[in-house]
């Protein structure tokens, strides 16, 4: 098997980290001999703030409840960090939380192109608004009031869906297309087949 690159790109609620935690189990009994690099900046996000360690860290804190999203910057360092520190060119890349707008997307580029990663998998998940807020509301974290899904929501229609265009106009680039309302099996097994993954 050759090292993927799968970038998953849905709204908050579409599932993205369920779904890269059992395509992350997979590759690892599927091809045991590679490493799997999950790179997920909301958990990455989470995890900072809750160090505390400095001014940084508080203030990402005191926002992270108000569903502001954080500066680009901060998104790239994170990840950019992660993929300095543990990515080779044998390992599979998965990717959770970015890009999120197009001069993102542009600056993800660059560093696909450093580290000679060409071909791209999307997984799409195509979720509707309501299912998303109905999922946000029941998940009872404190970043998930009603002002802030619906700000979350309008961000993600307005900045990030245009990033799966982008993609679908990228060369080297299969953008799959999968319905978020289906279980947590179906979606599973439809990224599989997506992937190639099938037995």
Same mark, same amino acid.
């Given at each position: ?6 970038? !998953? ?5 579409? =599932? ?32 900072? %703030?809750?160090?505390?360690? =400095? ?11 108000? =569903?502001?999203?954080?500066?680009? !910057? ?39 192109? !450093? ?15 309501? /299912? ?31 990033? /799966? ?28 087949? %997506?992937?190639?993954? /099938?037995?």
């Amino acid at each position: 098997m050759t090292p993927k690159t799968v970038i !998953f790109i849905g709204p908050q609620g579409s =599932g993205k980290g369920t779904q890269i935690a059992e395509l992350d189990k997979v590759l690892k009994e599927k091809d045991p001999a590679r490493r799997v690099l999950d790179i997920q900046t909301g958990r990455r996000f989470r995890a900072m %703030a809750a160090s505390g360690e =400095g001014y940084t860290e508080k203030h990402i804190q005191d926002t992270l409840n108000t =569903g502001v999203l954080q500066p680009l !910057f901060l998104s790239t360092v994170l990840w950019g960090d992660a993929m300095r520190t543990h990515l080779d060119d044998q390992c599979h890349l998965l990717i959770d939380g970015f890009p999120r707008i197009i001069d993102e997307a542009k600056v993800l580029e660059s560093a696909l192109s !450093f580290y000679g990663r060409d071909y791209v998998d999307i997984i799409n998940l195509d979720t509707p608004e309501e /299912v998303v807020r109905e999922r946000m509301s029941s998940r009872a974290r404190p970043d998930d009031t009603p002002d802030s899904i619906e700000e979350r929501l309008k961000w993600y229609r307005e900045q990030t869906l245009p990033v /799966v265009e982008y993609y679908r106009q990228r060369s080297n680039t299969k953008v799959h297309d999968i319905n978020g309302e289906l279980s947590i099996d179906e979606v599973h097994n439809e990224i599989l087949k %997506a992937l190639d993954l /099938v037995n």
